[in-house]
């Protein structure tokens, strides 16, 4: 950034008072599964900002001005993939919103600092959806598995794939948020700190249930690690957990590979394929945006291989 005298005087004071930092008051803001995508892109972009090995959370945003965020924008795109890119100006535009709602930047300085435009992007999508048989021989490996690993792990993929749940929810989840009554599951710590309801069907219930009698009945998390000695502990499943115990059932049962987010796809992939409007399926998903959920529809690609099969080319 270069010197200039228009900037905000106020920082110091703030220091004096012991006003929090704005990157703080949006860091705190976000759910448990966005603190390290958030802490990640401030980093990168306060390190772009002053070029040292700058602490996100003590940078002084409110010194921002367009001609910064403008620059940045060019940097990231130069480096990122344009998901990466946008994820990363979102978080900047977040922290930029909190300055101006603590008074570090008046309402003109900030709208112009956080208008910069999102990078368009025409890659393909990412990930992909499972197929049926797929998803049957993943339920099959947890069933040939007879400690209560196998029960947990088939609860799992029932919940990824029947609830479309994102990693960082299913981690989140604890005992009491399953009701057997209604087979509903509420997910408390949703992106953006958003609630929602998902109802699972009987087969995903069944694998949920089956789980529950192995894990007892005591409070806590929902999914727990499972010992060498086949004893259930009833602490928090980290997200690299669950991408590690993916794996080993995806080489068990020989599919190609996939992550948890792909049974999020498929979830939305097979509810949009069955004829459930996209609004619906967007309050299931937990997405603020339906334009969101479309992004996740993989039936565009099967229509097109099969539109291109009513040409006849000439041999």
């Given at each position: 950034m270069q010197p200039d005298?228009?900037?905000n005087p106020v920082p110091a004071q703030h220091r004096r008072t012991g006003r929090p930092n704005p990157a703080v008051v949006y860091r705190d803001a976000l759910s448990r599964g966005s603190y390290w995508g958030a802490h990640h892109s401030l980093t990168t972009i306060a390190r772009l900002l002053t070029g040292e090995d700058t602490d996100p959370w003590t940078f002084p945003p409110w010194?921002?001005?367009?001609?910064?965020t403008a620059a940045v924008r060019v940097q990231l795109k130069a480096r990122y993939a344009p998901a990466t890119v946008n994820r990363m100006l979102s978080a900047l535009r977040g922290v930029l919103k909190h300055a101006w709602r603590l008074g570090y930047l008046d309402a003109e300085t900030y709208s112009r600092a956080a208008d910069v435009e999102n990078v368009s992007a025409n890659a393909l999508p990412s990930g992909r959806s499972l197929e049926r048989d797929e998803l049957a021989t993943l339920f099959t490996a947890c069933a040939e598995d007879l400690t209560p690993a196998g029960?947990?792990?088939a609860a799992i993929l029932a919940v990824l794939y029947g609830g479309g749940l994102r990693r960082g929810e299913l981690c989140g989840l604890d005992r009491a948020d399953y009701d057997p009554a209604d087979r509903a599951l509420i997910v408390r710590r949703g992106k953006g700190r958003r609630q929602r309801i998902v109802y699972l069907n009987p087969g995903a219930a069944r694998h949920l249930e089956a789980w529950l009698e192995q894990r007892g009945p005591e409070p806590g998390p929902l999914f727990g690690p499972v010992n060498r000695a086949g004893q259930v502990r009833l602490t928090r499943l980290r997200?690299?957990?669950i991408g590690y115990l993916l794996k080993r059932r995806e080489?068990?049962?020989?599919?190609?590979?996939?992550?948890?987010?792909?049974?999020r796809r498929t979830f939305i992939s097979k509810l949009l394929e069955a004829g459930v409007d996209v609004f619906?399926?967007?309050k299931l998903a937990g997405h603020a945006d339906p334009m969101t959920t479309a992004r996740y529809?993989?039936?565009g690609e099967a229509r097109q291989v099969a539109a291109s099969q009513l040409l006849a080319v000439p041999v």
């Open positions: 005298e228009t900037r010194e921002l001005r367009y001609r910064d029960r947990r792990d997200g690299e957990t080489q068990e049962a020989d599919v190609e590979a996939f992550t948890s987010h792909d049974m619906t399926v967007q529809d993989r039936r």
